[in-house]
């Protein structure tokens, strides 16, 4: 069974300050999203990554995707207050329509 | 821009009673799907939907649920016998055939309903 591990569960950090999000599964997919949640709102789509050393930026938010490792990282550059939020790896399972997300990782940017 | 529309935004129920969450799919979109998310917590996979049957289930998913394409646009959840561990966030998400493009598959969420099961 297909699980979704990410860490930190919790961050908080300086404005200015780079890091990054980690997210690991267990079994092989050929699809990764990363999504973001504002509290008591939905979930907005940030990236899918398709393919191994895919790597995807959007602003400040890069995303990338190691197939052979079952790894993906979220990098956040230079963060600002707005990148507040809570943010989710999610991963197809098989070659089904089930998608499972990791527990979220919660990032409060000090300002 | 297209979204998922989903009603009602908060239901508050009493143990028992049967509650139906609505859900409006983007107009192209094939693949249909069900979460729920208690307290912030974790977004839990419930069942997925597509040509008019269930695809995929999680365990969570039993004989207490259904889901229903009435009339080609909505997309119901039904949960016949309300517990009180149902109180959670549900959303629906709905998504592209899965050839367009390259196969992403991207979900799109509503808002959600918030059910309260007292």
């Known amino acids: 069974e297909l699980k979704v591990e990410q860490n930190p569960l919790f961050l908080s950090m300086q404005e200015g300050k780079n890091y990054t999000i980690y997210c690991n599964y267990s079994t092989t997919s050929d699809r990764l999203y990363w999504y973001r949640q504002d509290p008591g709102k939905s979930l907005e789509s940030l990236f899918v990554l398709l393919s191994n050393g895919a790597v995807k930026q959007e602003g400040r938010l890069m995303a990338s995707l190691d197939t052979k490792a079952r790894l993906s990282t979220l990098h956040i550059t230079a963060a600002v207050h707005d990148l507040s939020a809570t943010y989710f790896c999610a991963v197809r399972s098989g070659e089904g329509d089930k998608i499972i997300f990791g527990k979220g990782t919660r990032l409060h940017i000090l300002p | 821009e297209p979204e998922v529309t989903q009603t009602p935004s908060h239901q508050v129920t009493q143990m028992g009673q049967e509650v139906i969450l609505r859900c409006v799919p983007i107009?192209?979109?094939?693949?249909f799907y069900w979460y729920r998310q208690i307290l912030g917590q974790k977004v839990e996979f419930l069942v997925s939907?597509?040509?008019?049957?269930?695809?995929?289930k999680s365990e969570i998913f039993d004989d207490q649920f259904s889901v229903e394409r009435p009339d080609g646009s909505n997309f119901t959840l039904k949960i016949r016998s309300t517990k009180l561990e149902d109180s959670a966030m549900y959303f629906c998400?709905?998504?592209?055939?899965?050839?367009?493009?390259?196969?992403?598959?991207?979900?799109?969420f509503g808002a959600g309903s918030r059910l309260t099961v007292l």
């Open positions: 939907f597509y040509n008019n049957e269930i695809s995929e």
């Open positions: 107009s192209n979109h094939l693949y």
């Open positions: 998400a709905s998504s592209e055939p899965r050839v367009a493009p390259a196969g992403a598959n991207v979900l799109t």
